[in-house]
């Protein structure tokens, strides 16, 4: 992918969420706020002085960070490209007890508006599948990282078919295989509608992410290659995760049309009357499929890799 590509993608990409930005909000704070609470844990943030939350969204960890009332940095920053979720978050921000801790930036993840050491913490989720060039972005966190600094990344994933939590994926996958045999279908949030739409769309072989990721079953674990690759030691990940049953194939259609970057993309560029269309025709297969005993479930995960900038004093 050309730069100029790249700029594009990024353009486009934080443009695909004018439409959903008030859903998008909604949903981050209900079903992301759980992992986004273990990745500050895992980044030792509460007790840092300066965080930048890179790709901020709406703001889920600057605010989380910024509003928690024991212990807190005393600068967060939260960038993003798109203007619509940071000026949601800017609002948010405006009602916290000590609004002066936290401010957010329009920016360009792969060109941090920074200077150089300017921050002992960065964070970042479910972003970094939205850059075109990530080991750009993660030389650029390295760029404005103080020494001994901790950089905590986290991207969607499943869990490592080696640990406990994998075994038990396995296991559920197995008993929804199972369920199905038996008329009892388990439709999972976000892979059934984006089936859904690439078996009815006319460009099924779109794909929402950066390239970098497409065709990539392991790009979740290669984050500890590229922060290696920048330079930074002591590399560790966890995987956290969550499931949470749906009950109403509306809400579900609207999950999955929101935080699936494929189905987002993919629904933008509809007339209305075919969204709509589309719309009626997956929640009636929803409510035909709770009808007959399946289920409607999301379920969410997160590798997050943690590594630390060279020099300085090794945070915890």
Known sequence: M??????????????????????????????????????????????????????????????SLAGHSDSRPNSVIGLDLSAQMLQLASAAA??????????????????????????????????LRHFPDPQRA????????????????GVGSAPSLLSVAGARAVARR?????????????????????SFLRARGDNPAADGHAGWTQGRKHYAASVATLLRSAGMEAITQRWYG???????????????????????????????????????????????VMQSGGALVYRSGALVTRARVPGGTANP
């Not at 993660?138 to 990344?153: S, T």
Request: proline share 3%; net charge negative.
């Open 2 to 63: 050309t730069q100029r590509d790249g700029d594009t993608f990024k353009l486009v990409d934080a443009d695909s969420y004018n439409n959903v930005v008030d859903q998008f909000e909604e949903l981050t704070r209900r079903y992301t706020t759980h992992i986004a609470q273990r990745l500050l844990e895992f980044a030792n943030a509460r007790n840092s002085d300066a965080v930048l939350d890179v790709g901020c969204g709406t703001g889920v960890l600057s605010l």
């Open 94 to 127: 405006a009602a916290l007890p000590q609004p002066q801790i936290v401010q957010f930036r329009q920016g360009d993840a792969e060109n941090l508006p920074f200077a150089d050491r300017q921050f002992d913490c960065i964070v970042s989720l479910y972003a």
């Open 138 to 153: 993660v030389r650029e966190m390295m760029r404005v990282a103080r020494p001994g600094a901790l950089v905590c990344i």
């Open 174 to 194: 197995i008993g929804d295989r199972f369920a199905a045999l038996r008329g009892r279908a388990v439709l999972c949030a976000t892979e059934s509608l984006d």
């Open 242 to 288: 969550h499931q949470e049953q749906i009950t109403d194939p509306e809400h579900f259609w609207m999950l999955q049309a929101t935080l699936s970057s494929f189905a987002r993309k993919h629904l933008n560029a509809m007339a209305t009357s075919q969204y709509e269309r589309l719309r009626d025709e997956y929640c009636r297969y929803c409510h035909a």
